[in-house]
């Protein structure tokens, strides 16, 4: 079965601290992973996904397989990185199925 | 470009009805994939269509059902609404099938009382 961990709801740190959103995930083939990210009152939108090998926003995140994890790390974090922060899967059936984890709120005190 | 759009915005409804919720793709897309998302809880996948054919289906009873249209459009219809079917239904598109990323939708706010 795939399932997606995001062991804690909410993530609170201050500006210009680090940042680190955990996710982990359980799947017996190659799995692909992505980051969404909700901002207030938007629509929910793709943030990376690690095939690409980006740093979007200053964010990066990298797949450890031998860890079944792939956290959204950023080394300092900015007020408007406040948000909804998803970690999802998806397997041999495409991108258009994705498993979601259920979220962690990052909220970033001035 | 507008994005992906749903219709309506929020409906309430009671139990025993049934609703029809609906989803335009992005210009060019072809791949719609449908998501219940419970408050509190991440998306959950429903369906996905493809060339207006279904290819996906997650773990949703048979009163969940969808079609896809010759113009891309989608439906999806859920009969004898029970109270936890409350939820905010989201609707995403992609170009093809595969690992195209997904273009989300506001989605559309569903209330059972």
């Known amino acids: 079965a795939q399932r997606v961990t995001q062991p804690e709801k909410l993530l609170s740190v201050f500006k210009g601290a680090p940042v680190e959103l955990k996710c982990n995930y359980s799947?017996?083939?190659?799995?692909?992973l992505f980051w969404y990210v909700q901002y207030s009152r938007q629509r929910l939108q793709l943030l990376l996904r690690?095939?690409s090998r980006e740093s979007i926003k200053g964010f990066t995140a990298d797949l450890n397989k031998g860890e079944t994890s792939f956290h959204l790390k950023k080394p300092f974090a900015q007020e408007e990185d406040s948000a909804m922060y998803y970690c999802?899967?998806?397997?041999?059936?495409?991108?258009?199925?994705?498993?979601f984890g259920q979220g962690t709120r990052l909220t970033i005190n001035p | 470009d507008a994005g992906v759009t749903q219709s309506p915005t929020h409906l309430i409804k009671t139990r025993g009805q049934h609703v029809t919720l609906r989803c335009s793709p992005i210009?060019?897309?072809?791949?719609v994939s449908w998501y219940q998302q419970v408050l509190g809880q991440g998306p959950q996948f429903i369906f996905q269509?493809?060339?207006?054919?279904?290819?996906g289906r997650g773990n949703f009873p048979d009163r969940f059902s969808a079609r896809q249209f010759p113009n891309y459009s989608s439906e999806l219809n859920v009969n004898a609404l029970l109270l936890g079917d409350s939820a905010l239904y989201l609707c995403?598109?992609?170009?093809?099938?595969?690992?195209?990323?997904?273009?989300f939708g506001d989605g559309t706010r569903l209330s059972i009382l």
């Open positions: 690690h095939i």
């Open positions: 269509y493809y060339e207006k054919e279904e290819r």
């Open positions: 799947y017996s083939g190659s799995p692909e």
């Open positions: 995403a598109s992609s170009l093809v099938r595969g690992n195209q990323p997904q273009h």
């Open positions: 999802a899967l998806s397997g041999e059936q495409g991108a258009q199925k994705l498993v």
């Open positions: 210009s060019g897309h072809k791949s």
